[in-house]
């Protein structure tokens, strides 16, 4: 009987996607058993790589290339994955805000912004999906998801009536937030956020304290946007009347899944991929059994 390999690898930050290392593994291997059975399971949490990991399993799918907004103004080439068959759209966040995107030296938690992820949004719901997924990592962004908030029409307004600036620093200068008819855009559109994360929004193990110095940000930096999330936390709550910033995995991805439009849609969480998989929505494998 031949041996069997199961190579099952997540992403190396930064270095290669799931996919790539899972072939890299296999070659490596199969130079010294040339005869083995290898079974390939490429994983992911949610952040970067995560869409290719959801294209292995969905080969039906289709990538559709969009232009957006990156962390800071420059445009970047994101990718989706819009799945015909299901009528479902996959994101995922890092495509348009992911760390990856910037050099160190460009890294700074006080001007990046989510605000790609908006446009991925908008233009995933051109597609007219009956479930929309989005997964929430390794972005280089510490906003709460305003920025995403302000691409898909919400306005986050300064004592003045004007429009904030896009960037973390900006946060606390958010006196009032209009919604418009913003929901309307997810009228019958199930939203499904992948994360592996439970940290709270604010505190020591929140998203600023917890995942803010990877991102670029210095002790004094943190300081000034954990003041700015915690007024954006009041000025969302007093919004939408829901006190979500102690919701485990609120403080995921920069405070991203706090962003209370997608509890408002009827959103909700999947820890990883474990239970999408179990359940065989993008194939017959569970990335983390």
Same mark, same amino acid.
């Given at each position: ?10 992403? +190396? ?36 790589? $995560? ?37 479902? &759209? ?13 050099? @160190? ?6 001007? $990046? ?13 051109? /597609? ?9 990592? %390794?972005? &280089?962004?510490?906003? %709460? ?45 199930? &939203?499904?956020?992948?994360?592996? &994360? @439970? ?28 003041? %700015? ?10 919004? +939408? ?21 997608? @509890? ?12 999408? +998989?179990?359940? @065989? ?6 990335? /983390?059994?």
């Amino acid at each position: 009987m031949n041996m069997k390999f199961v190579i099952a690898p997540d992403s +190396f930050k930064e270095s290669m996607d799931a996919n790539t290392a899972a072939k890299s593994i296999q070659k490596g291997l199969k130079s010294v058993f040339p005869d083995t059975i290898f079974k390939l399971f490429p994983m992911a949490d949610g952040g970067e790589g $995560t869409l290719k990991a959801v294209h292995h399993y969905s080969p039906d799918g289709n990538i559709i290339k969009v232009r957006v907004q990156g962390p800071l103004d420059s445009m970047v080439l994101a990718e989706m994955l819009y799945i015909p068959s299901k009528a479902e &759209v996959f994101i995922e966040m890092a495509e348009a805000s992911g760390i990856m995107l910037l050099n @160190r030296e460009d890294r700074n938690p006080l001007y $990046t912004s989510t605000y790609g992820v908006g446009e991925l949004v908008k233009q995933a719901l051109t /597609y007219h999906p009956k479930k929309l997924v989005i997964g929430i990592g %390794g972005s &280089v962004t510490n906003d %709460g998801g305003a920025g995403f908030l302000q691409a898909i029409g919400i306005d986050l307004l300064d004592t003045n009536g004007k429009s904030i600036d896009k960037g973390g620093k900006n946060l606390d200068l958010i006196h009032s937030i209009q919604e418009k008819n913003t929901f309307e855009l997810f009228r019958n559109v199930e &939203v499904v956020v992948l994360s592996d &994360v @439970r940290n709270p929004l604010l505190g020591k193990d929140g998203a600023t304290y917890t995942y803010g110095a990877q991102k670029g940000g210095t002790k004094n930096v943190l300081d000034i946007l954990e003041k %700015g999330m915690e007024n954006y936390a009041n000025m969302m709550e007093k919004t +939408f009347n829901r006190n979500c910033r102690n919701l485990p995995g609120s403080g995921a991805a920069g405070g991203e899944y706090f962003c209370g439009i997608l @509890r408002r849609t009827g959103a909700y969480s999947q820890r990883n991929l474990t239970h999408c +998989f179990k359940n @065989r929505r993008y194939g017959n494998t569970c990335l /983390y059994p």
